[in-house]
């Protein structure tokens, strides 16, 4: 069964700065992986998604990767805001076109 | 843009009451899904489906069942509330295949 993990739980940066959110998955026979953004009591927004034959996307200032044979996925966020505070998502889509989530990274930029 | 609309961003309802949430989607997409998010458990598949009238069991169905009439509805319904289905519920769907997936806003289901 597929699993998805998500480091760090929780971070806290400076503006300005820029941040590596990491995910990971156990079953590296994915179709995709989609990048989500929560903000508190809201729902998901889609950010980036990545085909299984992709390495990378790039929206603005969020790029994402793809190693689908370690099954690792990192969203890098330059010269971060405080408008991006809010808990990122990465998400996994298997045979049978489930998504498997993450527990989400929480992150706060401090102005 | 692609919407996802969820009838009601806050529910509260009593023990015992048949619970309807509605989700609409504007784009024609095959799949939808129901999830439910917890603290600590984040989001959980509950029923998803394909086509009209088509559903498969998520991870956790268990007092929920799901209707899909028409392509672009999909209704989650707890038939008998419990308080344990106090939750963040969410709607999601995509076109058929390997594509991006849109969710709705969420519904804050409370049941006392």
């Known amino acids: 069964k597929q699993e998805v993990t998500q480091i760090p739980a929780a971070l806290s940066v400076p503006e300005g700065e820029n941040l590596v959110l990491n995910c990971s998955f156990t079953?590296?026979?994915?179709?995709?992986l989609q990048w989500f953004r929560q903000d508190p009591g809201k729902g998901l927004t889609s950010l980036l998604l990545?085909?299984?034959?992709?390495r990378e996307q790039t929206s603005g200032r969020l790029n994402a990767s793809l190693d689908k044979s370690s099954g690792r996925s990192t969203l890098y966020i330059a010269a971060s805001q405080p408008g991006d505070s809010a808990t990122y998502l990465c998400?996994?889509?298997?045979?049978?076109?489930?998504?498997?989530f993450g527990p989400g990274t929480r992150l706060s930029v401090l102005p | 843009d692609v919407k996802v609309t969820q009838s009601s961003r806050y529910l509260v309802k009593r023990t015992g009451e048949k619970v309807f949430l509605e989700c609409v989607q504007d784009?024609?997409?095959?799949?939808m899904f129901w999830y439910r998010q917890d603290p600590g458990l984040g989001l959980r598949l509950i029923y998803f489906?394909?086509?009209?009238?088509?559903?498969e069991k998520g991870d956790i169905p268990e007092g929920y069942s799901v209707s899909r009439e028409k392509k672009e509805r999909f209704s989650l319904i707890l038939e008998s509330a419990s308080t344990n289905q106090t939750s963040m519920y969410l709607c999601?769907?995509?076109?058929?295949?390997?594509?991006?997936?849109?969710f709705g806003q969420g519904t804050r289901l409370t049941v006392v």
């Open positions: 079953d590296s026979a994915i179709y995709n």
């Open positions: 489906s394909y086509d009209v009238k088509m559903k």
């Open positions: 784009m024609d997409h095959e799949n």
């Open positions: 990545i085909q299984s034959s992709q």
């Open positions: 998400a996994v889509r298997n045979y049978g076109q489930n998504f498997v």
């Open positions: 999601a769907s995509s076109l058929q295949g390997i594509t991006e997936a849109f």
